[in-house]
C-alpha cells in the first residue's frame, strides 16, 4: 500500500527549476533515501512534500489527501513531521520543554509521547530537565527528532540528519532511523549527503540531478550500480 505518492512535481525559484516533474512512491512503513549532489532539488522537495513551498505542478497525496494545498499546520495534523536540516531545537527551553512543542497536535497522552520518544534515545531521558543549548550535536539531532515523533507521525520526512556528527554518531542515529519503520511501522524520506549510510537502512532510494529523477529504484540496487554510484553519489 501506498503511503506518499509525488506525481510530476515542479517547482521554480523565479526562473530557475528547482524540481523537474518529479514522481516516486513511498510505501507504508519503508524507508526510502533521496539522494544526490547540492542543488539536486532534495530539500525542496520535502518542502514542498510539508506545505512549506507551493509547487507549479504536480502533487503529493497520503492517505487520500492532496498535501501540496495545504497548509503547514493541516499538513501535520494528517500525520506528517518534517526535520529540516540544522537541528532546529529552542537552545533557550529544556529538552522536556522543546518535547512538549512537538505534541501540540498529538491525540495521545504526553507521558506515552516522553516514553516513546525516550525509549528510541535514551540519552534524552537523562537530559530532559537541561536546556538544550548545552546538548551534544547528536543529541540536539535526537531532540529534533523526538520532538517531531511526539506528533505521533505516520510519515516522517529527515532533511540531512547526519550532518556535521561523527561517524559513529551517525551509525547509531541511522539504526534508530531505521527501527522507525522496521518497528514502528513509520513511512521514512530521508534526504542524506551520506549516500552510502542512507542506502544501508533504506528499502528503496530516489537519486535526483538538477531537479530530476535519474533513478528511482530498489536501495540493494542503486548501491551497486557502480556506474550510477560514482557519477550521482561519490562514492
Known sequence: MAAVE????????????????VSFVAEEGTTTAVLGANGAGKT?????????????????????DELT?????????????HVPEGRGVIEELTVEENLR?????????????????????????????????????????????GRALMSRPKVLLLDEPSLGL?????????????SLSRDEGITVVL??????????????????????????DRAEAVAADTQLRHHYLGF
Open 6 to 21: 509525488v506525481a510530476d512535481l515542479t517547482v521554480h525559484y523565479g526562473p530557475v527549476a528547482a524540481l523537474r516533474g
Open 44 to 64: 525542496t522537495l520535502l518542502r514542498s512534500m510539508t506545505g512549506l513551498v507551493r509547487p507549479d505542478r504536480g502533487s503529493v497525496r497520503f492517505g487520500g
Open 69 to 81: 494545498r495545504l497548509r503547514v499546520e493541516d499538513v501535520v495534523r494528517r500525520g506528517v513531521a
Open 101 to 145: 512543542l512537538g505534541g501540540l497536535w498529538r491525540r495521545r497522552s504526553e507521558r506515552d509521547g516522553f516514553d516513546a520518544v525516550f525509549e528510541l534515545f535514551p540519552v534524552l531521558r537523562g537530559r530532559r530537565h537541561q536546556h538544550a543549548a548545552t546538548l551534544s550535536g547528536g543529541e540536539r539531532q535526537a531532540l529534533a527528532i
Open 166 to 178: 561523527a561517524p559513529i554518531v551517525t551509525g547509531q542515529l541511522m539504526a534508530r532511523l531505521a
Open 191 to 216: 534526504v542524506e549527503q551520506n549516500a552510502r549510510t542512507a542506502l544501508s537502512i533504506a528499502s528503496r532510494a530516489v537519486v535526483l540531478n538538477l531537479g530530476r529523477v535519474v533513478v528511482a
